[in-house]
């Protein structure tokens, strides 16, 4: 059975910082592409940034780049996000997904096979 799990979120005013982390258990994690979403209330899940299993050069909407940072630590079956100069329009419930499928897009959620249920950022203004 696989589980995905992610931690660190909080409450933190504009400009500051959060580090998420995602583990995942049940499958081989160093095999499979991952990606970070957000969703706010009443809206699509939004993909943030998402990073291969070979090529680890992440992937990020416009929105985001130059503040956000994906990485990932195979040995620690983790995937991270350094999220920096947050503002209060990045609030929302943030979660990552595994087993991106081939040829697929990575900021699509269905384009996964697993993910978790998410952890909430809110950032006040």
């Known amino acids: 059975q696989v589980q995905v799990a992610e931690s660190g979120g909080g409450l933190v005013q504009a400009g500051g910082s959060l580090t998420l982390s995602c583990t995942v258990s049940?499958?081989?994690?160093?095999?499979?592409?991952m990606g970070w979403f957000r969703q706010s209330p009443g809206k699509e899940p939004e993909g943030v940034s998402c990073?291969?299993?070979?090529?680890?050069?992440?992937y990020y909407i416009e929105a985001v780049k130059g503040r956000f940072t994906t990485s990932r630590d195979n040995a620690k079956r983790t995937l991270y996000l350094q999220l920096n100069n947050l503002k209060p329009e990045d609030t929302g419930t943030y979660f990552c997904?595994?087993?991106?499928?081939?040829?697929?897009?990575?900021?699509?959620?269905?384009?996964?096979?697993?993910w978790g249920q998410g952890t909430q950022v809110t950032v006040s203004s």
């Open positions: 049940g499958l081989r994690f160093g095999d499979h592409g």
């Open positions: 990073i291969g299993a070979a090529d680890m050069t992440p």
């Open positions: 997904a595994t087993g991106l499928r081939m040829g697929t897009s990575c900021t699509k959620l269905d384009s996964y096979t697993h």
